[in-house]
């Protein structure tokens, strides 16, 4: 049978660099990636935790969303970009510091999460009335119609995601990163600044999905290429592909839209409520906000937790949870964590059961077995705050 | 003793009327870093083709099915504390399960060595 998924699958930039590299290819978010190397999932994962992974995710959604009267040098033009973008997002936008960056959502009417979400705001005075923004690849072209529709006429979107855009996570990956880009270094946790790398102006932020401290650079894609050549040469850096990429982000507690979070759930379920600045709760300002408030307010009926099997067989997104011989909950993400040597998962729980160290069942292949809701994340972060 | 192959990856070495069970290097190999092995109780019998065994990797699990009609007499029991040993040693110490096997006629449908090694390089 004829193969088409070549006339159908996108590929980065780096789509060469990853059959060089022996990437077992797979379909992500309409690409073809590289779910392992050679190397293995585990050994990717453990690989990441001591030393420095570089990850392609050039497949998801940077965007620059930019005032219609362009930028200024002027901090009121980010007040504007920043009131425009918080009709849409329950976060404190226009408090962002110049250089930050803050994790958000994106909200339903019913205050349920459409994707999740970073946005920065510039650190260059002159660039002010622009946010550097990165969606979910599998939801990107939804994103970028919700800003498109809602901010139409006020705000031009302009989407980046024909440069490569790269992770580098891990203890080794400042001193890996520092030296290209020397003032990396000088970043903290969820920082950013416009870099020059021989002419091509990078974005270098330092955040991840991992739980290490790292890097996420967005850079012109024939530069970029050519710097991860270069990065994969270091014998600090190996090349991880999707697998590693979720067993890592599962470990340190982190949610993967479309299995965790989801239109049905709110923030305050998904244990998102810190992404909710006080003064934006009190304002009351957002999409949803009169059940996010009353779930602050009441309490959630269901919420987002780590669950830990206490025997050796994983289980994975769906498996039922029972306490006794009800259905309490449902795994949202489930495998197994080479760092812990155990199987890890995340769900949804009925609020009255979901207290750390409370002990389940979990019905893997029509048997129960023992397991217990634990506390996130399962590794320490160990962000450079 | 001989040793028979599935197109699903499994081999089975028979002695006169039982067997040992276990999946290829290839398939070990396919499957990435072996985390957990599901294995049946002895005394589970099992129709030709029916999931019998499951093996799970980092990222997903998979089905092992049965290469042959049977019981299951013996379960390897190393596998529940070392599931790594089905990467490094798929078709020697990993084995599976023994069976007594209900019909010996079963194997004239399964693979030799041979035709199982130009099956994978047809792949």
């Known amino acids: 049978m004829a193969d088409t998924t ?8 780096l789509y060469d660099l990853h059959v060089e590299y022996g990437g077992k290819l797979v379909e992500f978010a309409g690409y073809e990636m590289p779910v392992q190397f050679p190397a293995g999932v585990k050994d990717e994962h453990l690989w990441t935790r001591a030393n420095a992974g570089l990850f392609d995710v050039s497949h998801m959604g940077p965007c620059f969303l930019t005032l219609a009267s362009g930028v200024r040098k002027d901090p009121a033009a980010h007040e504007e970009i920043a009131a425009l973008v918080e009709t849409l997002v329950p976060s404190d936008i226009r408090g962002l510091k110049p250089g930050q960056a803050r994790l958000t959502v994106l909200l339903n009417a019913e205050g349920g999460i459409l994707d999740d979400l970073i946005i920065t705001r510039p650190y260059e005075e002159d660039h002010q009335g622009e946010l550097y923004i990165v969606v979910n690849g599998a939801m990107k072209e939804q994103d970028w119609g919700i800003f498109g529709t809602a901010l139409a006429g006020r705000a031009q979107l302009t989407r980046a995601d024909g440069r490569v855009l790269f992770a580098l996570q891990g203890p080794k990956a400042e001193k890996v990163l520092s030296a290209y880009f020397p003032d990396c270094a000088g970043l903290k946790f969820m920082e ?19 739980g290490e401290d790292g890097f996420e650079v967005l850079i012109p894609a024939d530069a970029g290429a050519a710097l991860v050549r270069l990065l994969l040469d270091d014998p600090c850096v190996r090349p991880i592909g999707l697998g590693a990429r979720d067993s890592l982000r599962l470990e340190a507690g982190l949610c993967l839209y479309g299995h965790d979070l989801s239109p049905e759930i709110s923030p305050v379920e998904a244990d998102l409520t810190w992404v909710i600045q006080k003064h934006r709760r009190e304002a009351a300002n957002f999409p949803g906000a009169a059940r996010i408030l009353g779930e602050i307010k009441g309490g959630p009926a269901r919420r987002r937790v780590g669950i830990r099997p206490l025997e050796r067989a994983p289980a994975r997104e769906g ?9 309490i909950g449902v795994v949202t993400s489930g495998g197994f964590g080479p760092s812990v040597d155990s199987p890890v998962a995340m769900g949804y729980i009925d609020t009255a059961h979901a207290a750390p ?7 893997v292949r029509g048997k129960a077995r023992p397991a217990e809701i634990a506390d996130l994340p399962f590794v320490p972060a160990r962000y450079k705050r | 003793m001989t040793t028979y192959y599935t197109k699903d990856h499994e081999w089975i070495r028979v002695e006169g009327d039982t067997g040992t069970v276990g999946i290829t290097t290839y398939a070990a ?4 870093d072996v985390v957990y092995v599901e294995l049946p109780e002895p005394g589970s019998k099992f129709a030709r083709g029916d999931d019998f065994a499951v093996v799970e990797s980092v990222k997903a699990a998979s089905d092992v099915y049965a290469p042959v009609s049977g019981s299951v007499v013996e379960v390897n029991a190393g596998l529940a504390d070392a599931p790594e040993t089905v990467n490094e040693a798929a078709e020697e110490g990993a084995w599976f399960v023994r069976v007594k096997l209900a019909d010996s006629a079963e194997l004239s449908g399964l693979m030799d060595k041979a ?4 099956f994978c390089e047809g792949l």
Do not use: H, N, P, W
């Open chain 1, 192 to 210: 950013s600044r416009l870099m020059l790398l021989e002419g091509a102006r990078c974005i270098v932020s330092r955040c991840g999905y991992t």
């Open chain 1, 319 to 327: 498996t039922e949870i029972f306490y006794g011989d009800k259905v």
């Open chain 2, 29 to 32: 190999g396919q499957l990435g």
């Open chain 1, 357 to 363: 160290g409370t002990k389940i069942d979990l019905m």
């Open chain 2, 115 to 118: 035709a199982y090694t130009a």
């Open chain 1, 6 to 13: 070549q006339d159908t699958l996108k590929r980065t930039a």
